[in-house]
């Protein structure tokens, strides 16, 4: 969870921009968009059928937004269950509870009552003591979430959304529609598709990428001026990571990067689980 302003309603298409030329077979292009509210590109060497990348980006978009008020999470958050939830949803929320569960709850999508809460009370200018705030961080906890193919359902006064692999979920996906083009797939986080390697500019450095890579900062989206909060929330003590500081993640799955990335910018590094299947880069 980074620099979000997640989630515009559909991709916009910005056309295909040629890196070096576009006359010879492999001349390196891209091809740029719009989608969960951020700039998003795929760079290729040959040709690649685009139609079904802006196709899958609005479907998936659709799926998890919570920007659209009748969106399917939107109403999960609203009634408290939702029937027959789409299969990225699903996929979601499988991964949600893996990484909930190998961090020890550190990972917890369910932060977002809090994170709204504290939104409305400072948006009201209403001032709220830190036993009020503990109160509130009791609906955080994704251990309740009662979740199935027929049905999702949520303890009351809990929300949640997937911001925090939400876009690494995409990434993967659109990669894998790829497959085997060599690509560098941007959709939020980056992964490659095909054999080559793609160097990324992370910071000062550069990453030679072959397979996922996400980045968090630490510093966020503050929610108020004077406030120390932002969108990134330990859920055990309601704090938010020191500002400025930037983590990157390389792992086989963009998903898995960047649920990886959002917990070490909380301080609670790689579980040894995935320690096999990421590192830190930054």
């Not at 390196?28 to 969960?36: A, D, E, F, S, Y």
């Not at 550190?106 to 504290?118: H, K, M, N, S, V």
């Not at 979740?147 to 996906?173: C, E, H, I, W």
């Amino acid at each position: 969870m980074k620099r979000r302003a997640i989630f515009q309603k559909t991709p916009g298409f910005l056309g295909v921009l040629c890196l070096g030329g576009c006359k010879g077979e492999r001349s390196l292009k891209r091809w740029r968009g719009v989608c969960m509210g951020i700039e998003v590109s795929v760079t290729y060497r040959d040709e690649v059928a685009l139609e079904p990348v802006i196709e899958l980006a609005r479907e998936v978009e659709a799926a998890l937004t919570t920007w659209e008020g009748d969106s399917p999470l939107n109403r999960l958050n609203k009634f408290g269950y939702l029937e027959n939830p789409s299969k990225h949803l699903l996929q979601c929320f499988e991964k949600s509870r893996e990484l909930f569960q190998a961090s020890e709850g550190l990972f917890d999508p369910t932060i977002r009552a809090y994170l709204e809460g504290l939104k409305t009370w400072i948006k009201e200018g209403q001032s709220f003591t830190e036993q009020e705030a503990d109160e509130l961080r009791k609906l955080v906890n994704f251990e309740r979430v009662d979740f199935s193919k027929k049905r999702v359902s949520l303890p009351k006064g809990m929300a949640l959304d997937f911001n925090a692999l939400a876009q690494g979920y995409l990434t993967d996906l659109i990669a894998e529609v790829l497959e085997p083009h060599d690509t560098l797939v941007n959709f939020g986080e980056f992964r490659v598709s095909g054999n080559q390697s793609w160097p990324v500019e992370v910071g000062a450095k550069t990453v030679h990428l072959s397979d996922a890579l996400a980045v968090s900062s630490g510093g966020g989206h503050r929610l108020s001026a004077t406030s120390e909060v932002n969108h990134l929330i330990d859920p055990f003590s309601g704090k938010s990571p020191e500002a400025h500081k930037v983590f990157a993640i390389e792992a086989d799955e963009a998903w898995l990067a960047d649920g990886l990335a959002t917990l070490t910018a909380l301080g609670g590094g790689i579980p040894k689980v995935y320690q096999q299947r990421a590192r830190r880069v930054l």
